[in-house]
């Protein structure tokens, strides 16, 4: 069965910078990939989605330019380099693969779900 597995999440302080990575059993190549973050007790948002080729990437107003996401299709594994962090950016992330092959930040495109990482951001 089909699993992702995010780790590199933390505690670090404001500015500090991040990497969470997403390691997929099962298909991966064919599929885009993204980033959500849920806050407790608020609707769980988009973050940033990469296409199956890793060419083509897409992200939320709140982390363009602060945030990369990546992907090595020879490690099933994608990447979110966070950088310039701040404590609105504290969030259980969860990585997600989509039924497409184009990135998209729509979330019912996505079908198969990681537990989530906590990233914390103190001030």
């Known amino acids: 069965q089909d699993r992702l597995v995010e780790s590199g999440g933390g505690l670090v302080q404001a500015g500090d910078s991040l990497r969470l990575s997403c390691v997929v059993s099962?298909?991966?190549?064919?599929?885009?990939m993204g980033w959500f973050r849920q806050v407790s007790g608020k609707e769980r948002e988009f973050v940033a989605s990469?296409?199956?080729?890793?060419?083509?990437?897409i992200y939320a107003d709140s982390v363009k330019d602060r945030f990369t996401v990546s992907r090595d299709n020879t490690k099933n594994t994608m990447y979110l380099q966070m950088s310039s962090l701040r404590p609105e950016d504290t969030a259980v992330y969860y990585c997600?693969?989509?039924?497409?092959?184009?990135?998209?930040?729509?979330?019912?495109?996505?079908?198969?779900w990681g537990q989530g990482t906590q990233v914390t951001v103190s001030s």
């Open positions: 997600a693969r989509s039924a497409l092959t184009v990135a998209t930040e729509a979330e019912l495109r996505y079908n198969r």
């Open positions: 099962g298909g991966f190549s064919k599929y885009a």
């Open positions: 990469i296409n199956y080729g890793g060419d083509s990437t």
